[in-house]
């Protein structure tokens, strides 16, 4: 447990510094909202200039208060934040929220009063939220420290690099009547705390069911990482990262002066560590609320009860377009389906049921009770009119529809499958009863089928993350083989800040990774065995110089020659060829190697991030890489199943269609 | 005009074949809608069993009545159909809307009571809207004839091929405050009236701005794009196409019976032809309202001014991730901005305000002026906060707010370029006032950023289309070359079902395409020329055979060959090859031409699309064309500027980079 961060966002005693009784003031208006919830701990305003606030005694420093305080909101300007840090240290507080803006994000100008502040938090022991936050909330203990009202309680926690977007959650919710919210930290410029406490925070608070996080640039995603593999064994993680595009890359870092790294990367791994990475905005919300309320799933095949065609083929489509698979139904299923259906409905996935529950709701139910039974279904969606029918129809049908969603909430429990419905009558106005039943019983309701959809695929990702990582342990490094650490020591001997290919080979071969055979060929003599060989595998023959990066450009590579006379005369050209392209070039030799059989080019790097240290990349080879940009992207260490996913990770319907997956997995654990 | 059609959508009276005194018939629901909604024209109810309904007189059959009709609404079961068509082809009556099911939707059984529908409407010569419709409305005549209330008059015109999506549209309108709606035909089982006439009423309808259309599948796609063309010229078109997935055309298919295409070929026919081909059915309607609120825009550059660095940020990474472009400011904009904002602020794209409007709601009008003066921005999207100012700061601060509004609002009018809001504040309860200010005056607003950025990122693809389409025009094909004509009849006449490639070269040369030479040997002499020419342009050998179409696996193709010895050889072993892979194989000869040039292979193809018609293809060739699937698509004929987008839309990084796109452009336009 993080005490610190628990004594902020779970305080009993708050002060607040620079308490004010102008009501345009941020002073003001905290203990104003902490007076109107009914904060049930002590609040300290804290004012030299005026003996009161609102009713309570204010103090000239936090210093002359007698009782204990767990946190203080600070509400003054950013010069004043050094003196207010050691006061607080002084006072035994555990950790400020700093409002003020004026800092690092400022640029330069910034940088001295940033350093004062930094140095002031560690001496002090004090901890900072922000500064330049909007604050922070929990409302689970009516504290509510962020200029935002109307908020409803809740299990959606937030921490955000982005105070607006906290509104623009919370008017959302209020939009579309919930979800509610646990707790709120603006994070500013995370000059103290980080991203990966608040999470360990969220991990840790019950109240909290999913953790979201609006993310724009982490300053120490390593220890993220670490923390997201276990939190996520608990609740789901779900996250928005800013700065996907190179224009949008800038834009945030010029909002928080984060650094913001390469996305593809970023995202890639967050999933590895289990969250949730949501790409649009408008999805953050539905998808964290609907992973709040459902179970975790066995598996991916979805079936579709559909009131409508319409709504049928669109849920299809988007089912599809998320990676989930229809479920195919037993014959049992769809006999029992075909006796209770109207002739002309579909008793195959998705069932529209035609009409047949426009003066029968229950059949809903029915239909419902019969795919949850179906071991071939692992998740249900029910789309299209549901919850409409008394105010399409008839009035008198309200009663059999409450109760149809009685009934579906049931048999959700009772089987433990996802079920997830759209309607077309979510949110309106007034929301219907049988949607507001479902809705209040944990059934995630949606307006679109995409949502839904989105939602239930980022379900079936997120049960088979925290699977993955619960099952498949990281492959710690071992330590390094004396051949590598011999190979790697001769290049630096050397001031070489590359590798020969043939030293290349050989680190690979020690760690037990077959490579062909090759040899360094220097004079005619070097090519003895290889001439003979040659009649039978065609080698390729390469200069070796640490002058030639492009051995192509020089015309110095000869791919299948074979034949004694030919080897000769190649390695001849080579060596002219060479020297002709750059007469003062360090020449090694040439490599001579068999030709190795054709297959599927791949690409394994592994690059240091300025994020997230040590990252493996893996995809398509040669012309591929340039052509599909299309490599996935994991931390070190990694475990057996991330190897298998990165695999299954890359795009190209080449590489799927072709059966090498499994192949090349196998090597990439041998790799790694 | 289509007049049959215009007397149906926009009757002057209205027959109710199986009018009704019970409430729970749709015979008695459509005629209390009439009157409750004071349809200015006249309504017959027809029902042999009844004196009146609803107070008004009842008649026997259509022929009973003394005046003249315009259409019917059929209440009336299927089998009915054929009797009452004829009836109301005696009456004159110009078409029928048939709400009944159980025609071609259920399969063979409905099969010949469809056949006797069509031969009805022929020789009766009434139109049918439908079967299996839930209607049609055109509310600005006060005629609603589905069975959906609450609707809103407006300027969105629905053409639907699912009932339900137009519940799904009116329910989303009243959910989040327009837009309203002109007129509405759901089209069922498309028996007779088909999409291209609806789309053809739209484009001389003036209540509509912009029709949209749920599309589940096309029974006359090309003239559907030949009209598409037209009316795009006039308003915008946009259309929902379901059955993107093999599994979502099962379902839609299933659904109403039609034939549904290949997702991405209709995508590029219908933007071919001027269309908005949305992708996501929560965003159908959202991308509608904008278009019928801006203008077209000049360019695709784009300024973001936002309250909110978060939502900037979005902003931005949706903008791109659309297409667009972020405008760069003019050195004289950035100086006019930083005058007037605070010195936090960032004055280049995006723009934040950063808090300078906390409690100076006009700043926001200011920076819209100065942005909207510069003539590198072609539009303007103002993000974050605001309309919010008087609810989160201050209530005093609301008349400046409206007044901004009013002033943004006079902005895009005078400078005539488009202009959109995402608020946070956008549809809340109660909206406030300043966000009301904007959407009644023709300011489209959103909540979130992404379908903001999706709007105008349509806006811009339709303004461009547009113009393409009104500049460029189509190429008529000429008569064919006799060469050509030559060329297929003997392939005709060997009744064989493909080309040799020799042929195939001689076709293309034909047309004036540059093809490499090549000759036809058959023995050694024929070798000839080619052997002195090989040796500074090696050959490509293949096999001529129409029973050998795999010619690497027979091991028929040899490359780089030089020299007579050599060319000799490759000919003999190239023969053997042939006879051990087929012994029965019928040989032709062996083709013997210069290797081309290394470049970037493309394939060009024309496939004749059973809906359609003859459509063209072009992609990256060779082992791209499986990995990538990344082919585009257009109708033909097409205009010179068609080949081009063609080649723009070959979404390959690797294509794109190395500067091809021009030459193969050059190559496409003479293909055509």
């Known amino acids: 447990m993080n005490s610190d961060l628990d004594r902020i966002l779970s305080a009993n005693s708050i002060a607040i510094i620079g308490a004010s009784n102008n009501p345009a003031k941020r002073g003001y208006q905290a203990v104003k909202k902490l007076l109107e919830d009914r904060f049930a701990g002590s609040i300290y305003p804290i004012n030299p200039k005026t003996p009161e606030v609102l009713g309570l005694k204010a103090y000239a420093s936090v210093l002359d208060v007698a009782d204990d305080i767990d946190m203080a909101l600070v509400c ?38 940033t350093a004062a502040c930094i140095e002031a938090a560690r001496v002090n022991n004090v901890r900072i939220v922000g500064p330049n936050t909007n604050g922070v909330f929990n409302l689970h203990n009516r504290m509510n420290l962020v200029g935002v009202n109307d908020i409803e309680p809740g299990h959606i926690g937030i921490v955000s690099q982005s105070g607006n977007m906290l509104v623009a959650f919370t008017t959302e919710a209020n939009r579309r009547g919930g979800p509610g919210f646990s ?43 670490d923390v997201c593999r276990e939190v996520c064994q608990k609740k789901p993680v779900v996250i928005y990262k800013s700065g996907r595009t190179e224009a949008g890359r800038i834009a945030a870092v010029s909002h928080t002066g984060a650094l913001a790294g390469r996305f593809n990367l970023t995202r890639d791994l967050l999933r590895q560590a289990g969250a949730t990475v949501i790409e649009q905005s408008d999805r953050i919300l539905s998808v964290a609320e609907g992973l709040g309320k459902l179970p975790t799933t066995c598996g991916d095949r979805v079936a579709i009860l559909a009131d409508g065609g319409g709504h049928a083929a669109i849920a299809t489509d988007a089912l599809i377009e998320n990676g989930l698979t229809l479920a195919t139904l037993s014959d049992d299923t769809r006999k029992r389906l075909k006796e209770i259906l109207p002739q002309s409905a579909a008793s195959q996935n998705p069932i529209d049921v035609a009409g047949g529950t426009d003066n029968n709701p229950d059949l809903f139910a029915r239909c419902a009770c019969i795919l ?58 007034p929301e219907p009863e049988p949607i507001k039943v479902l809705k209040k019983s944990g059934i995630p309701v949606f307006v679109w089928p995409e949502p839904a959809a989105q939602c239930m695929a980022e379900l079936v990702r997120y049960s088979k993350s925290k699977e993955r990582i619960a099952a498949s342990p990281l492959i710690e490094p071992g330590s390094p083989m004396e051949e590598a650490i011999a ?37 005619h003599a070097d090519l003895g065995t290889m001439c003979g ?13 640490q002058d030639i990066l492009h ?59 300025p994020i997230f240290g040590p990252v493996v990349m893996f995809g398509l080879g ?28 890359v795009q190209s319907p080449r590489f799927r269609d072709r059966g090498v997956i499994k192949s090349r997995a196998a090597l990439l654990y041998t790799a790694i």
Do not use: W
Not at 494 to 510: C, M, N, P, V
Not at 533 to 545: G, Q
């Open 76 to 113: 003054t300007p950013a010069k004043t934040l050094p003196d207010v840090l050691a006061d607080c240290g002084k006072k035994g507080i555990a950790g400020i929220v700093a409002l003020a803006a004026g800092f690092n994000e400022i640029g330069a100008e910034g940088g001295t009063l």
């Open 183 to 225: 707790t709120y930290a603006g994070v500013g410029n995370q000059l103290d705390i980080r991203f990966n406490e608040y999470l360990e925070y969220f991990g840790n608070d019950e109240s909290t069911k999913v953790p979201v996080f609006y993310i724009e640039g982490f300053k120490n995603g390593r220890h993220f990482l």
């Open 372 to 429: 949850l039974e179906d071991e071939n279904i692992d998740n249900l969606m029910i789309v299209g009119m549901y919850g409409g029918y008394a105010e399409r129809f008839n009035e008198d049908l309200l009663n059999a529809e409450v109760e149809t969603s009685e009934r579906v909430v049931a048999l959700a429990k009772r089987f433990g499958k996802p079920l997830i419905v759209q309607s077309v009558y979510n949110a309106t106005q």
């Open 487 to 523: 190979i790697i020591e001769n290049v630096q001997f050397e001031k070489r800040d590359s590798l020969y290919e043939f030293e290349a080979r050989d680190l690979l071969g020690a760690y037990g990774i077959a490579v062909p055979p090759c040899i360094v060929v220097r004079s």
């Open 533 to 545: 060989e040659s009649s039978a595998n065609p080698m390729a023959m390469k200069i070796i110089s």
């Open 551 to 609: 051995k192509t450009d020089a015309d110095c590579v000869r791919l299948k020659v074979s034949g004694a006379s030919s080897l000769s005369a190649n390695f001849e050209e080579i060596l002219e060829n060479a020297k002709s392209y750059d007469a003062d070039a360090r020449i090694e030799g040439v490599l001579v190697s068999p030709m190795a059989q054709s297959g599927v080019e791949v690409i394994i790097g592994v690059i240091h991030d």
């Open 622 to 649: 040669g012309v591929y890489v340039e052509a599909l940009e299309d490599v996935s992207f994991r931390a070190l260490p990694m475990s057996k199943a991330d190897a298998r996913e990165m695999v299954k990770d």
